[in-house]
Each structure stands twice: as structure tokens, then as C-alpha cells.
């Protein structure tokens, strides 16, 4: 897990869930929840503290998933994770349900502890094509983002001139229209 360590995120149910399974986690990130996520967590857990950009991919790299429980609109880490070719398991809620599909990673249904323990034994880590995870990473990069819409508005302004209907006027304040 990587981000800020702040309730919302539900890292309590991630150290606690991988207390249970008895299996390394590691965290890295610092914030106002850090202390409590610490004392509850066991000795399998590990806290990096605050990583600068630069290091996270090779970070990622090494992980054998990465690990999202909290619900975000978006959430770039899960992106990030897979561009350095991890697989991701995600609540399923908020802009997981986009970013992590089939042969990307795992959704769980529920925030819980006992979801992500299922979530994370279900998961076959030797089954992942970091290719294929890489390649649905790159279907976020910013350059791509705006040359499809750049290209999208190109073709909407096309099929308005082609069918004959008027040019779109910007809308006048009511100062510029003298109102």
C-alpha cells in the first residue's frame, strides 16, 4: 500500500487482515493515522514512512500485489502499481471499478477483513501477465488521455459541419451581453 495514512483508506482492515494471514505487508506513506495502524499492527507488517515519487515503481515492482481497500473516485496509486506490472486488489467501489478489469488484478465486494483475507487467498500471483497489466496501465498516461480527446472533439465538430448544423457559439455572460 502506498498514500497517505488516513482513515478513509481503511488500512486498519488491510493490517488486519494480513495479521490474520500471517503474511508480509508492506506500507509506505506517513499521515495522522500511522500511529494506531502501527499498535495494531503485528510483526509481519512493515511501515516505510514517507517514499519519494522516484522510488516507487521500483518499490511496486517488487511487491506480489498491491493492496487498495479504501474507496477513491479515481486513485492513481492502483495505476502506478500496474505500470510497474503488479497486479492490483481493490474494494470494489469508486474508480477501482475501472482501473482494475479482468487479468488486472481482483475486486473484493465488501470492506472487510474477512473479504481481503479471501481476496488475497483466491489470488494466483503466478497467473498475472505483467504485460497485459502494463499495457492497461499505459490507457491512462496524461499524453494519451488528452490526444483522445483531442480527437474526440475533432470528430464530434466534423460530424456537425458534415451534417450541416450550425457552429456552437459560446454563451454570453449576462455583463457581456449588456443584461
Do not use: C, W
Not at 508492506?26 to 516505510?48: C, H, M, Q, Y
Not at 514512512?49 to 479504501?70: I, K
Not at 492497461?136 to 456537425?160: G, P, T, Y
Amino acid at each position: 500500500m502506498v498514500g497517505r495514512l488516513v482513515p478513509y483508506r481503511r488500512l486498519d482492515l488491510l493490517v488486519e487482515a494480513f495479521n490474520r494471514l500471517d503474511r508480509p505487508l508492506v506500507i509506505a506513506g506517513s499521515g495522522r493515522d500511522r500511529e494506531r495502524l502501527e499498535a495494531i499492527a503485528g510483526p509481519n507488517v512493515t511501515f516505510l514512512g514517507f517514499v519519494p515519487d522516484d522510488q516507487l515503481p521500483p518499490l511496486m515492482a517488487r511487491a506480489r500485489a498491491f493492496m487498495f481497500p479504501g474507496e477513491e473516485d479515481f486513485g492513481i496509486a492502483p495505476i502506478q502499481a500496474m505500470a510497474a506490472g503488479r497486479p492490483v486488489i481493490a474494494f470494489d467501489a469508486g474508480g477501482a471499478r475501472d482501473t482494475v478489469v479482468p487479468g488486472t488484478g481482483r475486486l473484493f465486494k465488501e470492506q472487510s477483513v474477512d473479504a481481503i483475507v479471501a481476496a488475497v487467498e483466491s489470488f494466483d500471483t503466478d497467473a498475472i501477465d505483467v504485460g497485459f497489466i502494463q499495457a492497461h496501465a499505459r490507457n491512462f498516461d496524461v499524453k494519451l488521455f488528452k490526444q483522445q480527446m483531442e480527437d474526440f472533439i475533432s470528430r464530434r465538430l466534423d460530424e456537425r459541419q458534415r451534417s450541416g448544423q450550425k457552429q456552437i457559439q459560446p454563451a454570453l455572460s449576462q455583463q457581456q451581453s449588456g443584461g
